[in-house]
């Protein structure tokens, strides 16, 4: 039987939207001020949620790990310091974009953020290949589940709903189901017909077609 993946979620929504940063900036003609506002916009979303992930992988995933095994969470608990300092330079240059900068300038930018995203896939990659395995070792399936859910206790809706934005479209059709299935029977009617509205724009209209019909 598979074993919860407690990195599962999060790493594919960040995975997403770190890849639809990626284009962007490579597309953005950093002289013009409407693209500037567009790569901001998805920026701010992206930076919100790195920011979001970090705080909440430290103290409902990487604490209780090494307060049950010793030295195991010290190697991703250091990741994550180095990638906030490269993360938080990121984010300045990016504020500081203006539609003034020139060609150069706007490729250094762009160099610059991917190769944060090329360390910060390295990182996630060896969590899910090292740190999940301790999780499972050190860990029942209830308790993951019961951090899982402290997790969710934690998150504003205006949070909740962004991390749904990129998560929702990254998984597959099932999985998809599932989660929204789970939400539209915990979560207001209104709130269910919101997030819906919100995860259209993300996703294949094929795709969201057929989870609208199975969501009925």
Known sequence: MARIRSFDAPHKGLRNILSKFSLLASQTDYSNIEDIAL???????????????????????LIPLEARCHGAAAHDIHDH?????????????MQAL??????????RFYLEFTSYHSRYLQHIYEEETVTERLLQENFSDEELMAHRASIMKR????????????VIPAQPRMQRLAMLSAFKANAPKDAFAALLLVIEPEMNPLDYSILRQQLQ
């Open 155 to 166: 998150l504003e809706l205006p949070v909740l709903f962004l991390w749904l934005k990129y």
């Open 39 to 61: 790569l901001k916009r998805l920026g701010n979303e992206m930076f919100l949620l790195l920011k979001d992930h970090v705080h909440t992988e430290n103290e409902y995933t």
């Open 81 to 93: 310091e180095l990638l906030e300092l490269q993360q938080d330079k990121l984010e300045r240059m």
């Open 98 to 107: 203006d539609g003034t900068q020139n060609e150069e300038e706007g490729h």
